[in-house]
């Protein structure tokens, strides 16, 4: 028996290597379109930059390692040019050959991941993309004497490369279409990782289209113009299916290799994994594409047990993520606010910034943490989170949660490993089990950040908890300042009608909400404090501005 | 109504702020034996070191602060010394005060904490302990012109006391009766622990008891005699359950002060949270003390939820614990395989040494990582791991997997946060599942490094497939090399009958043993490979050579 398959990297070589310990006999051939397989597709940035210094680094296997160990057949710079399904063959054409070959297959595996999007701008030609080992040399080579840099595309990779190009020395402008970048992220949240962007000298310009590319620089749809030594394009990416739909495979709305719980595509004989293939929504059933490589990695193994006879079925995908940006960690998994919103789904919101470690030992650090919830059952929806430490391990215990199908409220009771340097006696995910749990029981009630200003127009007061000092470095407008210690012995100094309370971060604008509800009072707390309705608001100016420039 | 509280630091604060925020109306008076309250109890040991260089960061609280925010009637230096249940009193010594008063309440928690454990020692009355923050003031003005100290015990608290007296220039010998320290590791795992004390300059003694104290130092079992300025004891806490138990209230076999879920002791007015309580195994029920201060936290949230009048049951414990020792993380949770063996359980036991985040991102470590699962139904019973970074992180994973009832195999799917910075595409974790899933589906069957000698005994031959260099490096007596990538062409090589394969880790093993094993062979592969299998070596020789001593 023969398999093939087409795809050298993340989910084809999984699919490779576990055929291979299962099934000694079998021949398999892997064909790779680049010149190299097994690289470290999820390196690729950093080797720009220097941080992953030896280029050696990225090659993890090569086609001779692959054949001593496991026996494949690995042919690199062999880029297949048609399957006929009917017939069980692929095309391929070998470098150097005059003409192309024919190869028939028992079982093919697809696994070609996903393609760079080129947007239709006049001398994006000129761009460069990253998706393999020859564009990160490309760029290496094409940033070696550059000054500057536009970065078209504010999404993780071209975060990632706005990073890696201020670490050459570059002078880095990133220009996103949209009011934020990082789109798994909800606005307030990705507020302070534009601030540091910005911080460390990246001309962020969002909201902001390119009209043109040319020879020395970006034309903006505002008219401004950014000069520009290297253009990189990281608009995003589409499903590499042009080899599936040739052939006549199901391919989705978006592009994506259309394969069920088994990986199998509409042909019995031909299976698909990775960033190429269409997979189900965890939350809704869906179709999404989440061109991740822990996904394509666990596909690529699923799919060699279908093959040897024996698979199980690969689970509908929370899509969790994180990207580094300048030493902020910024984590997602599930839904956003936006998408639950847009969809219609009714959700509870909560925004919490505890530290990541015990506050009174050195070196702790403040995380913003959301955590989105079904008000109908207490499901966890989603969560994000912003910081310089221990988001990967709160977002990791959420996505865990909720593969076990926790309720929100159940986050009190994880019993978290807690050592002053390593958590809180409370775990920031307790906390938010903890918030969540009195929202179950009606304990609490809060309004967001964006909701704000309609609960004032309404006629609510705004009370301010914090201290004088919090008050004078920056309050929001019509707040009264009535620190919390206080707030007991000046009830009588609170207006009349309906109360927001907030403090900082939350904590102390919930007991003040506890106190004043049990005063008969009708209150709720602005979830996430001051900081995330600062948050928010740098978001909302963000988008203002940019909608003000391009008017 | 009015609420006493027994102790004022993790189970008993908590209870205190949480009441106030339920029932701003109730008489809540906190009653401490020491002069601090809400301190910062597992920072004790690193303000001795000096890692947390002001003593100032210790006091969270102070009852004035409490006073202020939360209207609570926090008494120090108030040490109860009888409580009558028929009476519902109890009776408290105010400082200074000629006489003691009697105080009446409705509701009672008892958050007494645990005691340090005070062996029969001769001159054990001059070794220091570490509860609070007098203790801790006792210990730095101790240590500040001492030169050697011996610490008692090598539980989590003399381990901790151990490098932050290194830290402060001590010469420090650490003495433990048992042959390993950190109880809640199993032997193999902890073995590199005791390597980075010995490296670190502490002098250790395993499975060495001390026969006297005296003056100028300590006299062991052995004879032997090591000087010391400073005596710590650190053999473990006991519930501090005299006053429960003066008043009739039912007390555990161990001391424990007994209560139900909802933390009720045996007088329906009174409660009790904490270390000073039995708690319920979250594997097999059974009564089990278990001195955290999550455990302690969360029990005294929940029992003020109770005597507000709607509280939620607490859940039986699992006991994720974590320590940090001079950079090692060593983490724990559910139970160790020492325990399972006790108990005759039926278990399966997974060792694996993965790298914290990609191997080809700078600064990437080895954890090793230990999974123990229920054969009958693939139940995750229990973790360990110990490693410089990313330990905690899967701890809390597995912990929270165990939480949301997810088999070990299910550890497979998990959806974990990647980029090279922070993890791998496949995931320790995910890793984890994929062992454990070929062994569900019977695709691999491993040996214990424990059971390798009985194997070998039984006739079967141990097959090393690492590289020559690997094997000159280090090598298990009997072992044949014959390296990984070879043995497809050897196999006529291989000695007939059962085999043991063995590599560094278990990958390039279960490669091995698949590939075998289609040849027909009856194949084991060496379950952590040999650096599982070195590290229970080295434990063994520790243990034999203390035997020795003692002999």
Redesign the interface.
């Known amino acids: 028996m023969r398999t093939i398959i087409i795809g050298g990297v993340?989910g084809g070589m999984s699919a490779a290597t576990r055929l291979r310990?299962?099934?000694?006999?079998m021949e398999i051939i892997v064909l790779e379109r680049s010149g190299y397989v097994s690289f470290?597709n999820?390196?690729l940035p950093?080797h720009v930059g220097g941080?992953?210094p030896e280029r050696s680094?990225?090659l993890?296997q090569t086609p001779q390692s692959l054949a001593?160990?496991?026996?494949l057949d690995v042919r690199v710079h062999h880029e297949v040019i048609a399957l006929d399904p009917s017939r069980k063959t692929v095309t391929v054409r070998p470098p150097g050959a005059a003409e192309p070959t024919e190869l028939t297959y028992d079982a093919l595996v697809l696994a070609p991941g996903a393609t760079p999007v080129q947007p239709p701008i006049p001398g994006i030609d000129r761009a460069l993309a990253l998706r393999d080992v020859e564009d990160t040399d490309a760029l290496v080579a094409a940033t070696a004497e550059a000054r500057t840099a536009v970065v078209i595309g504010g999404g993780f990779i071209g975060v990632e490369m706005a990073e890696n190009l201020v670490h050459r020395g570059l002078q880095v402008a990133l220009v996103e279409a949209t009011a934020q970048c990082l789109a798994p992220l909800d606005p307030e949240m990705v507020a302070p990782v534009h601030a540091t962007l910005v911080e460390r000298g990246v001309d962020l310009r969002l909201d902001t289209a390119v009209a043109a590319v040319d020879a020395t620089g970006v034309t903006l749809g505002n008219g401004h113009r950014l000069p520009a030594d290297v253009v990189i394009a990281a608009i995003g990416v589409r499903p590499d299916s042009r080899l599936a739909a040739a052939a006549g495979l199901e391919v989705g709305e978006r592009g994506g290799i259309v394969v069920d719980e088994f990986c199998r595509t509409s042909d019995p004989a031909i299976y698909a994994v990775g960033d190429a293939v269409v997979k189900k929504d965890a939350q809704d059933g869906s179709d999404v594409l989440v061109p991740?490589?822990?996904?394509?990695?666990?596909q690529g193994?699923r799919v060699a047990d279908v093959i040897a006879g024996?698979g199980?079925a690969v689970?509908p995908?929370?899509?969790?993520?994180?990207?580094?940006v300048f030493g902020l960690?910024v984590?997602s998994?599930g839904w956003n606010e936006k998408r639950l919103r847009a969809s219609g789904r009714p959700y509870r919101a909560i925004h919490t910034h505890p530290s990541d470690h015990?506050g009174?030992?050195?070196g702790a650090t403040t995380i913003a943490l959301k955590l989105l919830v079904d008000p109908a059952n207490d499901a966890i929806l989603g969560a994000q989170g912003v910081g310089t430490a221990g988001v990967?391990?709160r977002?990791?215990?959420i996505?865990?949660?909720m593969?076990?199908?926790?309720r929100a409220a159940?986050l009190?009771?994880?019993?978290?490993?807690?050592?002053?340097?390593?958590?809180s006696?409370?775990?920031p995910v307790?906390m938010l089990g903890?918030v969540d749990e009195n929202q179950v029981?009606g304990?609490s009630d809060t309004v967001q950040w964006h909701e704000l200003d309609a609960a004032l127009a309404d006629g609510a007061s705004l009370i301010d908890v914090r201290t004088p000092g919090e008050f004078a470095a920056g309050s929001i407008p019509g707040a009264v300042l009535i620190p919390?210690?206080e707030l007991?012995d000046r009830i009588i100094d609170l207006p009349a009608g309906p109360l927001v309370v907030h403090c900082a971060v939350g904590i102390r604008g919930?007991?003040a909400a506890?106190?004043l509800r049990?005063?008969g009072r009708e209150v709720r707390n602005l979830d996430g404090g001051y900081r995330t309705w600062a948050a928010g608001m740098a978001a909302s100016q963000a988008r203002e501005s940019a909608s003000g420039a391009h008017g």
């Open positions: 993340a310990r299962l099934d000694e006999s470290a999820c390196g950093y941080v992953i680094a990225l993890l001593r160990r496991f026996g991740l490589a822990n996904t394509a990695n666990l193994r024996a199980a689970r995908v929370l899509g969790t993520a994180i990207v580094g960690q984590g998994t015990a009174y030992y050195p990967d391990k977002i990791d215990i996505a865990t949660a593969a076990g199908g926790l159940e009190a009771d994880l019993e978290l490993a807690y050592a002053p340097q390593f958590g006696a409370k775990d307790n903890f029981r304990l919390v210690d007991r919930h007991l506890m106190l049990q005063q």
